[in-house]
């Protein structure tokens, strides 16, 4: 009798959980529902989402699902996805629907991510709060002086760097391309570029801890909430935080050091610490703001610099082109930025190289503030609304023959996208890899200026080619499809030639280098020694 109770009683729970599951399962699959892929209770449909190259099983839905609409629904553990696909939605949700739709989601992983409780600490992931509004403010500001100001001459003088460490260690390409980016980047926040190293290694650790491809803990969230002492995940974060923490103020104090004894060039910290109004709260928030800003130029721009390498080694004749534009606008003189409006092709490579491998493949998702109904769908509060720039990208209709390198698409009229006058167009500013409404990227002068200076350097110097095998004498692969699978991606490590395009060229750049140094050296000398001359205001 015992037995058969709890027969009955295992049978009756089975029953109501198969119940529930169905009922479950009918309402979150309801014909009525914004179409995407089929929800499992719970689950939502993360079973088969993988973790790595995530934007191409996106678009694979975005195929069977967002027909018309631009758009399609899908669920991760009960988090609800927006995932849009067509540029027209992206307007009229983030930009048209900023007001409300400029949140960010949490980013599990990380301590307060969106500062919601007052960390101040990563501008790119706040949430839309007062922290957000004013470090942005400060970031557009510094970023346009910068710009404005051609860099203070910071970019020449790495784009020559690297040219020289191309031609010294050729090989060693790979690092000596993301250790440009961050020179530059840590000499406009804290004039010193012997900080590179350490920021890059600071600026990858956060990329990682924070992309779902990172801990899982970003993807099985519960497991976050182990407690301290058994939860590995937080013990390793509370590190990797504290450590960077400890960094960024460290430079800010060293700053505030030597701008007491004269010491300091101008610099953002600097900048920073000279303002009266400020509307920052103090120095712990300035070390992050200005510590972010120096990090989120390094691995952003590392992305479509590698690509160009990977665009270039394929396409040899857009190679050719771009050297002789860039012969014959500078006649024989590395490009600066002053020859933009003369670089067309320059400027096309550039843009169709990071249309062809865009580096932010899934988008940046904001968070809907309020609930809103959109084109007759109910969408609430909190859903995650995914601007996949892989499908913006890979638009046939915009971009004919998307899986194509095809510059010519901004150079040529009668491609969808080509715009006159070609001393303007193409530009990368305002593509949709850099994000949408109040929550676009500031970095795009930047990103822009950069890869203008140093692709611009390559093509001066380089022919750009595959490597052989020592061995069966063929072309070592450059593959166009491996890569991370980070929130920013780049590509995976290969191997390929830097040949100098002559005797000549390979003497002038060392002999561009060799000035430049000596003549960074002479300044910063020179700033020493007339900020302490005797009687000077710093003399001590
Ligand atoms: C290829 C280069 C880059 C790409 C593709 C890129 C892309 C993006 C994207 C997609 C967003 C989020 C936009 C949104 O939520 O709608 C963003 C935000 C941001 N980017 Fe960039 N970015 C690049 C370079 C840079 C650089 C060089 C800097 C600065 C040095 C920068 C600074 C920022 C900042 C501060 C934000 C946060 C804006 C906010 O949340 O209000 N980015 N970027």
């Known amino acids: 009798m015992q037995s058969f109770t709890l027969v009955l009683f295992g049978v009756a729970v089975v029953s109501f959980a198969v119940i529930h599951f169905m009922k479950a399962y009918e309402e979150l699959n309801k014909p009525d529902k914004i179409p995407g892929p089929t929800l499992l209770p719970y689950l939502g449909r993360v079973h088969d989402l993988p973790i790595t190259f995530m934007w191409l099983k996106f678009k694979e839905w975005a195929d069977r699902y967002s027909g018309t609409n631009g758009f399609y629904q899908t669920d991760m553990l009960g988090t609800k996805f927006l995932v849009v696909t067509d540029e027209k939605v992206a307007e009229e949700l983030l930009v048209k629907r900023a007001k409300y739709n400029s949140d960010r989601p949490m980013v599990r992983s990380l301590f307060d991510s969106k500062s919601t409780y007052g960390s101040m600490e990563y501008l790119p992931l706040m949430g839309k709060n007062q922290y957000w509004a004013r470090q942005r403010r400060l970031t557009h500001a510094y970023l346009t002086g910068a710009s ?18 191309l031609i010294e260690k050729p090989d060693d390409f790979a690092f000596s391309l993301e250790d440009m980016a961050s020179k530059i980047m840590c000499q406009l926040t804290w004039d010193d570029p012997s900080l590179s190293e350490y920021c890059t290694a600071s600026a990858w650790g956060l990329l990682t801890q924070m992309s779902p491809a990172g801990p899982i803990t970003n993807v099985l969230t519960p497991l976050w909430h182990l407690p301290f002492a058994i939860n590995p995940w ?18 800010l104090l060293t700053v505030q050091r030597k701008m007491k004894t ?23 928030e300035a070390s992050c703001v200005l510590g972010m800003l120096a990090l989120v130029g ?25 050297q002789k534009e860039v012969d014959e606008v500078c006649k024989g003189r ?14 096309a490579c550039i843009k169709e190289t990071m249309r062809w491998k865009p580096n932010v493949p899934t988008g940046v998702a904001h968070e809907m503030e309020e609930d809103d109904v959109y084109r007759g769908y109910v969408l609430p509060k909190g859903t995650r609304i995914l601007p996949l720039d892989w499908a913006f990208l890979r638009n046939p209709e915009k971009y004919p023959e998307p899986e194509s390198f095809r510059p010519e698409r901004w150079l ?31 970095g795009q002068s930047l990103t822009q200026d950069e890869l203008i200076v140093a692709c611009g350097a390559l093509s001066w110097c380089f022919n750009l080619k595959h490597k052989k095998d020592p061995v069966t004498g063929c072309d070592l692969p450059v593959p166009v499809d491996r890569s991370n699978s980070l929130l920013i991606i780049k590509p995976d490590p ?26 960074d050296s002479y300044e910063r000398g020179e700033f020493l020694r007339i900020r302490n001359l005797p009687g000077g205001m710093w003399e001590s």
Request: glycine content about 6%.
């Open 148 to 165: 404005n100001a051609q860099y203070y001459g910071v970019m020449y003088h790495e784009a020559k760097r690297w040219l020289a460490r």
């Open 234 to 251: 937080k013990i390793a974060e509370r590190k990797r935080h504290d450590e960077q923490q400890a960094w960024w103020m460290e430079r």
């Open 262 to 284: 004269g010491q300091q060039r101008p610099c953002f910290t600097r900048q920073f610490l000279e303002e009266k109004k400020t509307s920052i709260s103090g120095d712990y």
């Open 298 to 322: 390094i691995f952003t721009i590392a992305g479509p610099l590698s690509y160009w390498l990977v665009s270039m080694v394929h396409h040899p004749e857009w190679q050719v082109k771009v």
């Open 334 to 347: 590395l490009p600066t930025l002053d020859d933009t409006p003369r670089l067309p092709t320059l400027r």
């Open 412 to 442: 040529e009229p009668g491609w969808p996208t080509y715009q006159k006058p070609l001393s303007v167009y193409p530009t990368i500013k305002g593509m949709t890899s850099f994000g949408w409404g109040q929550r676009q990227c500031l």
């Open 494 to 519: 290969f191997q390929m030639v830097f040949e100098p395009r002559s005797q000549a060229r390979k003497e002038k750049a060392l002999r561009l280098w060799a000035e430049s140094d000596a003549n």
